[in-house]
């Protein structure tokens, strides 16, 4: 046993010795990985404890990238996952399942003397090696000494740490997904609109009345068939300084212009969405993955929405109240109120930023906007958009500033004090984290979170009107609408009816799942990796709790990230899989007795976003949106929970976060208001009638 032990720890130090070889000759012979001599030095405290959570992590992807750079994309985005929900157990079980199969196949690849004492070798072991792989042998065979030592056989962790920071994921990464990719898809005719929008092969994603990036590459990834569109250059912790401070000298320019001429601005920007209408709903279509027809008309959104501010620059109100005191008159004034931080999700990237972007200039404020990391192109898009209409009138670039980035941005706008109000649009959990930092400094938050949202089915419904609502609102958009419709309250006297009609409709739409670009397609990809993981999740988790799969349940193997729309029944209202929110196409059928049975499940889960009612009772209805109605922001009545129009307010309840945005008088979370008192009379006459000394 010592002997073995000597003759591993000897090996060891040999192998140790090649690394530094490997290291050294890798570097002299690749003139592109100087930057591994540049940068590591900068992060070598950030892997010092490689056994940590995150640690583990970045060695796992830093050898699945060497196998498979689309494999890592969708491993990373389960890792995030993961790591965002801090299910730690759940995170180490799916390493440990996944990440042996992957450094086996490396071994068998380059390490083949160590696969001599198994009784046989893994089923790919003759796999041909892409091209891309050989030419980045050196790094790979770095990866497998990496391997090697992590697993014990080289004692002194200092030793192991250096070489991990060496091969960080951050550093290996973006080289060998290049090598790996043939071509990035702007490049293809196919996607030429892409173009048409101003963007490159590599973009710069900080804009602060000039476009200028020092952070981290970000790829982005077409949902449909996984493979990488362009690249965005995102924000350094000081690109986001530069951004904040363009963003605050420009809001003194903005804020001294007039209501009206502000809204002339935003009307012109209006007309140039107008104008890239048809390419800007490509772009979003291809890079978030919602059928083209939605991707329009979420532009359509933006736009409509520039209208509704170009009405309100003219009439946003004040108020003359009458005083008790004589000469003397009171005026509630409303100004602008500062910079505000944007910070939009993937499921939306255009309008989500037009509602709050588009109100906020006509009140008299700009914007530094953080959109979702796996949307930066269309973000790149519509701010060059916007760009072009304020170069045209010499307005300041930065009254529109664009911040794209990763968490560590977000939480750097969150805590800046300079951002007078930050509108969030995410997760619930997170959302929870930006309102409690916000609130810290005293600042404003509109948050616009998650929903579990019902359909109340009554017994006397039209089911017609029913079917074809339902279809778009538990199946459209692939279910990643925070409107979605999760949960199907359905009267007991027309259940049975309802559940084998909406399968037979579901059956109807799952050979239109595909290409979100074709005009046939009615059901686009999930976004991420990370979300079909989550939707095979929930469906197991759902049969294992006694739920039956009436429709779906499964990923369609295709390229891109589908799956099939899935019906569930059998599980109780109050089962907390039906209670929590899962980001798919996957919507619970329960049985109702009675419309008040309806409202008390339908306000029983922590959100309270949207909800509906099909009835064609009139008095059902008063119930229903009455103060003992559903208790969401949105209460609809014969319509699906999704497909908002802006003249309302958009919004929710309880965990939703309570934010409005939009119409009505959403404008006022944008601005201060003071209330002001003139004295004009020539004396001092003080309120409620007070003496105070000689008068």
Known sequence: MSENNNSDNKKSENNNEELQSNESESIQKEPEDKWLIRECDLYKDEYKECTSFRGRFHQYFIFGETLDCNQWKKDYDNCC??????????????????????????????????????????????????????KRDENTLLAVKAIELREGKLEEEKSFCSIITVLSFRYIRLPMARNASTAFLIEDPKYGFLKELGLKEKNIGVFNGKWEANGQIIQSFSPANGKIIAEVQAASPSD?????AAAQEAWHTWAEMPAPARGEIVRQIGDALREKLQ???????????????????????????????????????????????????????????????????????????GWNSAIAMVCGDVSVWKPSDTTPLTAVAVTKIVESVLEKNNIPGAVAALCVGGKDIGQQLVKDERMKLVSFTGSTAVGQQVGVEVQKRFGRHLLELGGNNAIIVNADANLDLLLSAALFACAGTAGQRCTTTRRLLIHKKVYSEVVERLKKAYAGVVS??????????????????????????????????????????????????????????????????????????????????????????????????SSSLFTESLGDIFKWIGPHGSDCGIVNVNIPTNGAEVGGAFGGEK??????????????????????????????????NIKFGDE
């Open 279 to 353: 390419p800007l709903g490509q772009l979003v279509s291809l890079e978030m993955g919602k059928i083209l027809p939605e991707a329009v008309g979420e532009v359509v959104e933006y736009i409509h929405v520039c209208d509704l501010a170009l009405g309100l620059s003219r009439t946003l109100p004040g108020t003359i109240l009458p005083s008790e005191r004589p000469g003397h008159v009171l005026i509630e004034k409303w100004n602008p109120l500062g910079a505000i931080g944007i910070i939009t999700a993937f499921n939306f990237p255009v309008a989500v930023f």
């Open 240 to 244: 986001y300084e530069a951004c904040a």
């Open 655 to 688: 965990a939703t976060g309570g934010g409005r945005e939009c119409g009505s008088d959403s404008w006022k979370n944008y601005m201060r208001r003071s209330t002001v008192t003139i004295n004009y009379s020539g004396t001092i006459k003080l309120a409620q």
């Open 81 to 134: 996952k993961w790591e965002s929900s801090h299910d730690m157990k759940a995170a180490e079980a799916l390493i440990n399942s996944e990440k042996a199969r992957r450094m086996e196949r490396l071994r068998a690849h380059y390490r083949n003397d160590i696969w001599k004492k198994r009784d046989s070798p893994p089923e790919d072991w003759d796999k041909p090696l892409p091209e891309w792989m050989v």
């Open 512 to 609: 239109k799942i595909g290409d979100p670009l074709l005009a046939e397609t009615l059901i686009g990809p999930l976004h991420t990796p990370a979300a079909v993981e989550a939707y095979k999740k929930t469906v197991a988790e759902a049969v294992k709790q006694g739920g039956k799969i009436e429709f779906g349940g499964k990923v369609i193997e295709r390229e891109g990230y589908f799956v099939e729309p899935t019906i569930i029944t059998g599980l109780p209202h109050d089962s907390p899989l039906v209670k929590s929110e899962c980001f798919a196409p996957i919507v619970y059928c329960i049985e109702i007795p009675d419309l008040d049975t309806g409202i008390k499940y339908n306000n029983e889960v922590d959100q309270g976003l």
